[in-house]
């Protein structure tokens, strides 16, 4: 059996070949702590990962002092908030996110209520897209943090985070971005873009599962988090913990090849990505974009196939690897949170497949994939009573439905 | 999530897909569901005396609702009205090993059956009172 073609490249990305190179050595031959500060097996360890902090820092314009390595951007976000809002705690009780955040923000953002926090949940506007307008409006005497994403992980959308960044600077509020999806896509600049804290992830850029950082700003304002893991000390007393040497090794290096090919990569994705739509749009109709045209990740393409549903789709991709919303919550029967709040039907929701291409997707892949989404989705609506109603000319809003 | 292969053999190759006339005496139509809850399932049968000689079936929905509903009227196909109205949600369930997550799938095939004979009973209820009331004229 092949593999089939992988399409799902906001949910994880294969290791890049010059990441994996760089980072195996330092399972065998340099396996050293880099807290050993004795002997040379430790001198060795520690030396890979300055540099990967460099290669990070570097990535974002930060300096390599402020990143913080976690074991992912779910970790670097929970430290993120909590070691705010147990730092600033004393100073205000309200921090600001959106309802188009990720669960590990939504859910963490709920276990700060539950200590006593209020939080303001923005809504987003139909393209998932919160505004600038929107965070000053919601700023109030006692806001300690707001809490956006830079770019949306199931339709794309890109945030107007320098906006959002200089709103929060004026008025003293404390700007974290959960850009897992941005970093290593787009250009990110944490000076330029106002950000006080940032978190990013290894696997998400082509590099190893379980490792990711946060960047925690250390001038003007110098940010302080009370630590969420106690032990030795590491990472500046933020987050204790041995590090793991390889995996941040290879989160280095997978931003330094980011670095390296990042026009490449966003001119590759997006005319892969157009290639896709326009194929697409050609032999279907009813079919609708989610997400915002003019601001959307390179790569992403969320789509709604009107009349049909979603989970069927799926089953007629045989050979393509997709999502339908993302992949932490695909498992449940209920439409995403990201497209209700959007204001996206629970109809449509229920028809919208997410679709990702990538630096190892190729122009036959493409094809191939998209000759598939046609037919399938040609055969599901020869299948759907709905379809057929619109065809006849029937309203579907005006049928009396029985739900259950 | 895997599919039993009676599912993936239904879902494959659906068993009476269409439509039967909607606006004939002798054509039940039963229309299910609803689209925001992600199923909605139309079944037909036509029906001479007390037999179903036919029936149709088109579905919005995952692969469970579409071989719920292929399997219904493979089933209530060549069956007396009153068998077909005998068919229960846990048969469906057995015959494509359905996981619990899927059982709304089997009911709203049953609910389907069923609301497609109502529709035939009333037809013919509505015929032999318009009958009746010509015959005391």
Redesign the interface.
Known sequence: MTNPIYLDYQATTPVDKRVLDAMLPYFTDAFGNAASRSHAFGWKAEEAVDLSREQIASLINATAKEVVFTSGSTEAINLAMKGVGDMYGAKGKHMITSLAEHKAVLDTAKHLEKEGFEVTYLKPDATGKVTAEQVAEAIREDTILVSLMWANNEVGTINPIREIGAVCRERGVLFFTDATQAVGKIPVDVEADNIDMLCLSGHKVYGPKGVGCLYVRRRKPRVRLVAQMDGGGHERGMRSGTLNVPGIVGLGAACAVAEQDLEKDIAHANALRERFESKIFAALDYVEINGDENARLPGCSNLSFA???G??LI?GFKDLAVSSGSACTS?S?E?SHVLQCMGV???LA?SSIRFGFGRLTTEEDIDFAANQVIEAVKKLR???????MVQEGID?ST?A???? | MAYSDKVLDHYENPRNVGSLDKNSDTVGTGIVGAPECGDVMKLQIQVEGDTIVDAKFKTFGCGSAIASSSLATEWIKGKKVDEAMAISNTEIVEELSLPPVKIHCSVLAEDAIKAAITDYKQKQGEESEAAAEAQNA
Do not use: C, R
Not at chain 1, 382 to 388: A, D, F, I, N, V
Not at chain 1, 401 to 404: E, I, N
């Open positions: 009349y049909v549903e989970e069927s089953m498992a029967l439409p039907g629970d109809e229920h020869e299948l759907s009573p709905l379809y057929e579907l049928i439905w029985t739900g259950h």
